[in-house]
């Protein structure tokens, strides 16, 4: 086994990708809440929502409102999903209350047209648009690669064009690139071997890991991740989220569940664990069912409580 770090970075991605996969939509009210409550857990970094059409994602529609309430500690990296430049116009009207912006994309042609309604090549020419004025703004960037490592309709997704996607990121401004196993396709040999090449390609570059549970494979992924040295992971609490195509893309992995997984390896996070099942224990009286995290139920192992 090669060393593992000792420290990991997680961003919280539970109020933009698990809130918008909600079936219905949550009170602003609500949001604004459990979005502080994982503001006091130690979290270093949350994306706390998204500037899309609300006629295509509801579930955001509030996302002025989230983003100009919501408190959250000076510690907190407060990031935002924005799917065009008209997204980031939007986002820029509160720019003293957020750190950075995260684009995205898919590696395949067909999952982008399906989620995007656009190729490949015409996301990217969008993303360096509005990565060039994000950074003019002083803005941190984000690329995320969504199916990088299998498509739900095209199937496996070369390598290559997964990583010459995240050079153009790269080169585009993007500072870290996060790689989305969108449809929980991965498996923990193939994660090894892609993180130990996307190491060569992309020197410099923080290289972030965002797996989904869809299998129950989540877990293993990211322990193959820390293997091949990868140190920055995004995940959801109480499991929440998914991916609106296609159907039966389930949640991400649960925060807390990763959290616990880490400190039993005696790997640092900063998040109080306590803390965060708080949080996911109240986002699930709001949602009113139980959620997919093991930690709800099971709570942690007895050692941790102490």
Excluded at 3 to 8: I, S, Y
Excluded at 17 to 38: C, M, S
Excluded at 255 to 276: K, P, R, Y
Aim: charged share 25%; net charge negative.
């Amino acid at each position: 086994m090669s060393e593992l770090p000792a420290r990991v970075r997680i961003r919280e991605v539970g109020p933009r990708d698990g809130f918008q996969n909600e079936p219905e939509v949550i009170p602003t009210a609500e949001k604004i809440r459990l979005i502080e409550l994982l503001g006091a857990t130690g979290l270093s970094r949350i994306e706390v929502t998204s500037f899309v059409r609300a006629d295509v994602i509801p579930q955001l529609a509030d996302a002025e409102e989230v983003l100009s309430t919501a408190s959250l500690p000076g510690s907190v990296s407060v990031s935002v999903l924005v799917p065009n430049e008209r997204g980031l116009e939007r986002a820029l009207q509160f720019r003293e209350r957020f750190e950075e912006i995260n684009g995205f994309l898919s590696a395949s042609e067909t999952h982008n047209e399906k989620n995007v309604g656009r190729s490949v090549a015409e996301s990217l020419a969008g993303l360096r648009r509005t990565f060039e004025r994000a950074r003019a703004d002083g803005l941190r960037c984000e690329g995320v690669i969504s199916t990088s490592f299998g498509c739900p309709y095209e199937g496996p997704v070369p390598v290559d064009r997964v990583l010459d996607i995240a050079c153009a990121l790269a080169d585009a401004g993007a500072v870290e690139v996060g790689f989305g196993d969108t449809t929980g396709m991965a498996n923990p040999l193939q994660v090894r071997d892609f993180f130990a090449v996307a190491h060569e390609r992309l020197p410099g570059v923080e290289l972030t890991a965002h797996f989904h549970n869809t299998r129950g494979q989540g877990l293993a992924n990211v322990l193959a991740a820390l293997e091949a040295g990868i140190d920055s992971f995004e995940s959801s609490f109480g499991e929440l989220g998914g991916c609106p195509v296609p159907a039966g893309a389930t949640g991400n992995i649960a925060t807390e569940d990763l959290v616990s997984m880490l400190h039993e390896m005696g790997i640092a996070t900063g998040v109080d664990l306590e803390a965060l099942l708080g949080a996911s224990r109240a986002a699930q009286e709001v949602l009113g069912r139980p959620l997919g995290s093991h930690l709800i139920l099971a709570g942690p192992v007895e050692w941790q409580r102490s």
